[in-house]
């Protein structure tokens, strides 16, 4: 059974960093597309970066602050997160899919954690 949990999440000034977590079971890492997501109250769930098919993608809201990365041995994946805006305040989700991805779109990718709040405020 895949299962993907969040942890990492919390309260963060403005121009501060978080690491947000992903443990992962039930499928190979190394095997599969990850991805990190978020969704903000009102707004859709978007996709900030994901690594599918040998590649990596950001999108531009957080190119330059957020690293995606991934320990295949431990079965986890990162969200380094830096200079942290109040724009980024949402629910935090990672994910992985079935198939292969061609992107980050939210649409690909079918097995979802529960997700972890961020807030950034001062």
């Known amino acids: 059974q895949v299962q993907l949990v969040e942890s990492g999440g919390g309260l963060v000034q403005p121009g501060g960093s978080l690491t947000l977590s992903c443990a992962t079971s039930?499928?190979?890492?190394?095997?599969?597309?990850i991805g990190w997501f978020r969704q903000a109250p009102g707004r859709e769930r978007e996709g900030l970066t994901c690594?599918?098919?040998?590649?990596?993608y950001y999108a531009d809201s957080v190119k330059g602050r957020f690293t995606i990365s991934k320990d295949n041995a431990k079965k986890q994946a990162f969200l380094q997160m830096n200079d942290l805006k109040s724009s980024d305040t949402a629910t935090y989700y990672c994910?992985?899919?079935?198939?292969?991805?061609?992107?980050?779109?939210?649409?690909?990718?079918?097995?979802w954690g529960p997700g972890t709040q961020v807030t950034v405020s001062s």
């Open positions: 994910a992985t899919s079935h198939n292969t991805p061609r992107g980050c779109r939210v649409w690909e990718y079918d097995h």
């Open positions: 690594i599918t098919n040998g590649r990596t």
């Open positions: 039930g499928f190979t890492l190394e095997d599969r597309a």
